[in-house]
């Protein structure tokens, strides 16, 4: 690093800024002011100044040691390069909106004019079309695509003229025609006394007269709606309620399960009668297979008739009635299948609710047929061998186990050659 053209004085005392030369580079450094001694007085060493180059205009220059100075290289201003970023994209943005802008109204303009040549050519086509409909008298025709005409286009010429032109040539040619209307006979109401009317129907409630309190009431509702709207509601309430618990008692579910939910309309139903309604209706669809799902409906009678053994249906037969008549006909069917053992137990269900002769005799044949099954079979006789006579026939055992006694054996020994007599 050396220095140029700087020219120090030793009195100044403002900071001073010469130009350096560093690696190759022209920088400015600010020197610090203070009493400046010639370099022989310094007192820096050689390490300390060998950094430092002087010219002849910057002899004399002390910097202190106990100060330092600023000699780094002042910090330039970068260019500030997100600025242009920023204002080369908004430029960017706005050039687009721009041309998106012309490029919208190009497209609107171009669509109108198509759009006009498409109506004019309808107008067109539909004008000719209504003149020939006229020529051959269909009047209605040509009307309707000339008013067509001018709901598209207005302006279009003759198209005014002609539609009025069509017009009165309608109006010339039809004639009115007369229809006669004969009266429809109507029914003759009852004209009296809505006050009477309400009266007997209050005293047909409290004599649980459910069947007539509600002819009384839609009587008097033709008569007029309005007439103590809110006590003939309440009145409806009860009828329908009531008579609806009664015909599910008399077996007549869904004709119950019917008034109850009119019932409902008028007002809130009470446990009571959504009980009676959820039990006709949850033995309607247990017995719905009834002859077809024997097991199933058996199973559902067996639980049902315990908590309501009275529930009676349009056949006239209680739960528990139809769970012993159809344990009777499962029991037959099973017979038939030939699994008496089965059918055993679908009999014994029917007697446990009630005894009979009939039913006490299927018990009978199935319980035997069931035993005949189940009874082991019988031992084949064996084949008897003919033996010799004085001998006893072979029997399937012995008698006497037989004893293993020990047999003796007798060595007889030969000796061949000269004996002592023979000698």
Known sequence: ????????????????????????????????????????????????????????????????????????????????RWKWVFVGFILLIAGGVIGGWFGYNRAIEARMAEQQNNIAMVTTTQFQLALQDQAEGRLETARKRLEYIVQLNPQFPGVTEKLSEVMMAQAVISTPTVIAIEPTPVPTKDTRNTEELFVQARQQAANNEWNNTITTLDALRQIDRSYRAIQIDGLYYIAL?????????????????????????????????VSYTQTASYYISGVAAWAVDWPRVLEFLASFYASAPGLRDASGMSAAERYRTGSILYGDELMNQEDPCSALYQFQNALTLSTDEVTQGKLTKATNQCNALNAPAEEEPTEVVPTDPGTEPPTGEPSEEPTLEPTLETTVEVTIGPTSEGT
């Not at 609806?244 to 009119?262: F, K, P, V, W």
């Open 1 to 80: 690093m050396s220095i140029e053209n700087s020219e120090i004085k030793p009195d100044d005392t403002a900071p001073v800024v010469v130009d350096t030369l560093h690696e190759g580079k022209t920088m400015q450094v600010r020197i610090a002011p203070g009493n400046t001694k010639p370099i022989a007085e310094n007192n820096l060493s050689m390490e300390e100044t060998q950094n430092i180059g002087f010219n002849e205009n910057t002899k004399g220059v002390e910097i202190p040691p106990s100060i330092n100075p600023p000699t780094q290289p002042l910090k330039g201003k970068k260019p500030n």
């Open 241 to 273: 309620r009531n008579r609806g618990i009664a015909r599910i008692n008399s077996g007549l579910l869904e004709q119950g399960i019917y008034d109850i939910t009119m019932a409902g309309q008028y007002g809130p139903l009470d446990k009571d009668a």
